[in-house]
């Protein structure tokens, strides 16, 4: 069957790190642009990365540069999201996403259903002390 499983969320304390993951089955993702959005509580789901198929490019939430990495792993088949020095703002649940080929700036800044093609379920990240 053909779906996305993001795992690898926790509790952390601040300055720690979590490693998540979006598996792919029932389909390739080499094809495909991935993106990680999160949702925290009382808040509007925000882009996170987005990492494009062919060239690779990148976008990230200005929130994140430099702390977070998106990284593609084709022959696993498997998309990550490393998060380095977190916050309690960076508490919230996270989602991973395909659409076709690329991610378009405009496309992830603006977090619509409509230009994904399939969410994976979510995992939630608590970093508190």
């Known amino acids: 069957q053909v779906q996305l499983v993001a795992s690898g969320g926790g509790l952390v304390q601040p300055g720690g790190s979590l490693r998540l993951s979006c598996a792919a089955s029932?389909?390739?993702?080499?094809?495909?642009?991935i993106g990680w959005f999160r949702r925290a509580p009382g808040k509007e789901r925000e882009g996170v990365s987005c990492i494009s198929s062919r060239d690779g490019s990148i976008y990230e939430s200005d929130s994140v540069k430099g702390r977070f990495t998106i990284l593609r792993d084709n022959a696993e088949n498997m998309v990550f999201l490393q998060m380095n020095s977190l916050q309690p703002e960076d508490t919230a649940i996270y989602y991973c996403?395909?659409?076709?080929?690329?991610?378009?700036?405009?496309?992830?800044?603006?977090?619509?259903?409509?230009?994904?093609?399939?969410w994976g379920q979510g995992t939630q990240v608590t970093v508190s002390s």
């Open positions: 996403a395909v659409r076709p080929y690329v991610c378009y700036e405009k496309v992830f800044a603006r977090v619509k259903d409509v230009d994904w093609d399939m």
């Open positions: 029932g389909f390739t993702l080499e094809h495909y642009a």
